[in-house]
């Protein structure tokens, strides 16, 4: 990883001590888990803190030590904005209010697409999860590490990994893996199902309607599904347990791109893009104002349903067709 930013971030954290900390929209693992290690740690050495998740506790991760002492708005003046886990200022969960005093906002992601919002910028794309950089920035600047905080960064590396089925698995992160569950007695097991095993049972009703949607292309080379208003009206169901429905579509063997198109509100899909080893698809969310990671990126176009899935899906043809020999620009 790269260490250029390292001292600086640790001398923010030492020097100040009011401390507001966000992440993106609709937080995943990652995001949850490097919010809640980073400002736990923080409280620990006496600093004050405020943990901001404006859409409240996602209930996949409601099972977490210490996600109680999050809050849904910031109540101080901060004298430092630490940003974890988000690409771009404009999905940074925090209330424009709170920049009226000229904080230092400090960028710390792993997202080879973040634009370097911060003033300070820690932003490190070959880490496999922002967890990942949390870790290692308490390590370097020895902070304090507990179970609770163990917890946090064992579920932010460990979902952003697919649970270390991922190419972004490697033996560093294995070995940190190996630290918090020997050092600090975290339970892979306990934090695999309540992540992955644990769903509504509305969940699973919808995901029978979603999957019914599910096609491949003609030349067998990517698969997409959608969730339309209709679905979502039906069961009822929270954002954050359909996250994992995309993966259905990268697992049909042969299938080199899988896609989910949501219908979040009427005329706005997000698109979550999926891929095996060989096609980039931060690349391809890119053409549409996206990106993320190449295995897993995402988009918001706006559009009815049947228009987005029809200009997306065209690209996808057009693209697959240039690259249909020249194999190589599908290469990471």
Known sequence: ??????????????????????????????????????????RTTGKQVE???????????????????????????PEVVLSVDCAERARLQLPESIFDHDPVLVNIDHHISNDGFGQVNLVIPDAAATGQIIFALLEKGDFPIDSTIASALYTAIATDTGFFRYSNTTGEVLSIASKLVEEYCISPSFIAERVYEEKSYASIRL??????????????????MYLNQEMIRKYEVEMEEIENYVNYTSSIRGIEVGLFFKETKPEQIKISWRSKAGVDVSRLAAHFGGGGHARAAGCLVHGSLPMVMSEVLSFLEHYFEENLKERTDLLV
Request: with cysteine; glycine share 8%; proline share 6%.
């Open 1 to 42: 990883m790269n260490a250029s930013s390292w001292g600086e971030v640790i001398s923010i954290l030492k020097q100040y001590d009011r401390f507001i900390i966000g992440c993106h929209l609709h937080p995943d693992g990652d995001a949850i888990g490097s919010l809640l290690a980073l400002g736990l740690a923080l």
């Open 51 to 77: 943990m901001v998740l404006p859409e409240g506790i996602p209930l996949t991760f409601a099972f977490l030590p210490g996600i109680r002492q999050t809050v849904l708005d910031p109540s101080f003046e």
């Open 207 to 224: 995901l029978a309607e979603v999957l019914a949607t599910l096609q491949v292309s003609d030349n067998q080379r990517y698969s997409w």
